[in-house]
C-alpha cells in the first residue's frame, strides 16, 4: 500500500483544499473569501457574513433580505422537538443537548438530508440557520427552568436569539443595542477558521455522505471540547478560581510553566497562530468599551490583562509562541451579557455554523472529494497463536 507519512494531529498534513478562509498564522492573518477579519468586524454584521461564507461572495442588499427574510420563515421547532428538552435532566449541560437536537433534526426534516439535491441542501442551510439558536435559547430556557418562548419573527436571527434566551412571556422583552452589537461582532469572528478540530469533524462525517444536520452535530461534540470551542468556559472558570483563592498571577503562571497537575493557561496558544491572533486583538480592543458599557466584571478583567501581561514577558510563553487566542476575552463579554458560563461554547457554535456549513456545502461539490479515512502506524503485538484451553 505505499508507505505511510506519520503526523499525528495532522501538523502539516492538508487534508482538502478549500476557498473559504485563509490564514497566515505568522502574520496574524485571517480573511473570510478574501476579505480581512477586521474590516468585516467593522462594516459587516453576522448575518452578511454568513452569507459571504456559505455563497462565495457578499449579498446585495436585496440579496441579504431574501436570506433573512427564509431564515425568519423557518425559525420555528417542530412542537414534538420542543419535547426533547423535557427529556434531559435539568442540570445537563447545553452543548450535548444541543447536538443531540442538531442531531435530531433529521429525523423530522426528511424532506432535506440529501446531500446532492441542490434544493434539498439549501433548505438543511435555511433551516439550521434559522433553527439553531432557537434551539440554543431552549437549552438554555430548560437549564432555568424557564418557559420556551416562541420566536418573534419581526427580529432578526441575532435578535431574536436574545430575547428568546432572556424574555418572559409575561414582559415584552427590550433589545439593549450594546449587546446586539457585541453579539453580532463575536459570531463574526468566530464564523468559520478553516480546518480547525469541529470543521474537520465535519467534513469527516460528511465525507461518508452523511446528512448536513448529522455533520454539524458531530462538529458540535468537537466543539465541546475544552482544548477547542470549550476553552472561553474554562478561561472564566480559571479567572474565577485565581479570584476565589486569592493566588497571585504570577504564583499562577509559575504553576502553568512547572505544567502541575497538567495545569494550562487557557485561551492561550494556538496551533496556527504563532505571532497574535487577530480575533483576540479585536475582542481585547471592544472588551473594555463593551465591558465599561454593561457594567462587567472589573475584578476578573484585571486578573485576565494581568495574566496576559506576565505571560507575555515570560520566556516559557515566548520561546513557544503562546499568545492570548480568541477566547481568553470573549468569556468575560459573554458574562456582562448575562449569559452563564455554560452558555460560552454554545455562543461559540451559533458562530461558527455558517463556517461548518460552506465547508461542508464546498466539499459535497468538490470532486477530489473522498471518504476521509486516516492510516496508521500500529504497535500493537505480532501474530498471536490463540490458546488452547
Ligand atoms: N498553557 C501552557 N502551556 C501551553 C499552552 C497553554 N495554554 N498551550 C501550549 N502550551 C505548551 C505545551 O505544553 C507545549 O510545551 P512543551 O513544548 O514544553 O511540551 C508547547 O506549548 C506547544 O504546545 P502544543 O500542545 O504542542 O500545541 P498545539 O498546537 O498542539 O495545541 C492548543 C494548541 C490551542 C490546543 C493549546 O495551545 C492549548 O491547549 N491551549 C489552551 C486551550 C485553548 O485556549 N484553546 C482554544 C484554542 S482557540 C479557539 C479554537 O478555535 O478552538
Redesign the pocket.
Known amino acids: 500500500t505505499g508507505a505511510v507519512t506519520y503526523d499525528p ?1 495532522f ?1 502539516n498534513t492538508a487534508a482538502t483544499s478549500s476557498a473559504i478562509t485563509y490564514i497566515d498564522g505568522d502574520k496574524g492573518i485571517l480573511r473570510y473569501r478574501g476579505y480581512p477579519i477586521e474590516e468585516l468586524a467593522e462594516h459587516s454584521s453576522f448575518l452578511e457574513v454568513s452569507y459571504l461564507l456559505i455563497y462565495g461572495n457578499l449579498p446585495t442588499p436585496a440579496e441579504l433580505d431574501a436570506f433573512d427574510q427564509r431564515i425568519r420563515r423557518h425559525t420555528m421547532l417542530h412542537e414534538d422537538l420542543k419535547g426533547f428538552f423535557g427529556g434531559f435532566p435539568r442540570d445537563a449541560h447545553p452543548m450535548p443537548v444541543l447536538s443531540s437536537a442538531v442531531s435530531a433534526l433529521s429525523t423530522f426534516y426528511q424532506d432535506s438530508l440529501d446531500p446532492f439535491d441542490d434544493e434539498q441542501v439549501e433548505m438543511a442551510t435555511i433551516r439550521l440557520m434559522a433553527k439553531m439558536p432557537v434551539i440554543a435559547a431552549y437549552a438554555y430556557k430548560k437549564s432555568i427552568g424557564q418557559p420556551m418562548l416562541y420566536p418573534d419573527n419581526s427580529m432578526n436571527l441575532v435578535e431574536n436569539y436574545l430575547r428568546l434566551s432572556f424574555g418572559l412571556p409575561a414582559e415584552p422583552y427590550e433589545l439593549d443595542p450594546v449587546v446586539v452589537k457585541a453579539l453580532d461582532l463575536l459570531l463574526i469572528l468566530h464564523a468559520d ?1 478553516e480546518q ?2 469541529s470543521t474537520s469533524t465535519v467534513r469527516l462525517v460528511g465525507s461518508a455522505n452523511a446528512n448536513m444536520f448529522a455533520s454539524v452535530s458531530a462538529g458540535i461534540n468537537a ?1 465541546f471540547g ?4 470549550g ?1 472561553n468556559e ?2 472564566l472558570n480559571m479567572l474565577r478560581q485565581i479570584q476565589d483563592s486569592g493566588e497571585p498571577v504570577e504564583k499562577f503562571v509559575e504553576r ?2 512547572n ?1 502541575e497537575d497538567g495545569v ?8 496556527v497562530y504563532k505571532n497574535y ?1 487577530p480575533r483576540a486583538k479585536i475582542v481585547k480592543a471592544t472588551a473594555h468599551e463593551i465591558l465599561e458599557k454593561l457594567g462587567g466584571n472589573d475584578e476578573l478583567l484585571e486578573i485576565a490583562m494581568r495574566l496576559e501581561e506576565v505571560a507575555l514577558t515570560d520566556e ?2 515566548i520561546s ?1 509562541k ?1 499568545y492570548p ?4 476575552y470573549t468569556g468575560l463579554i459573554y458574562k456582562a451579557m448575562g449569559f452563564p458560563e455554560k452558555m460560552f461554547t454554545v455562543l461559540f457554535a451559533i458562530g461558527r455554523l455558517p463556517g461548518w456549513i460552506a465547508q461542508w456545502r464546498e466539499m459535497m461539490k468538490d470532486p477530489e472529494t473522498k471518504i476521509g479515512r486516516p492510516r496508521q502506524l500500529y504497535t500493537g503485538e505480532p501474530e498471536r497463536m490463540y490458546p488452547s484451553r
Open positions: 494531529g501538523v477558521h480547525n478540530c466543539l475544552p482544548l477547542h470551542g476553552a474554562a478561561v502553568v510553566k505544567k494550562k493557561l487557557m485561551g492561550f496558544g494556538h496551533r491572533d516559557y510563553f513557544r503562546l487566542n480568541v477566547d481568553f
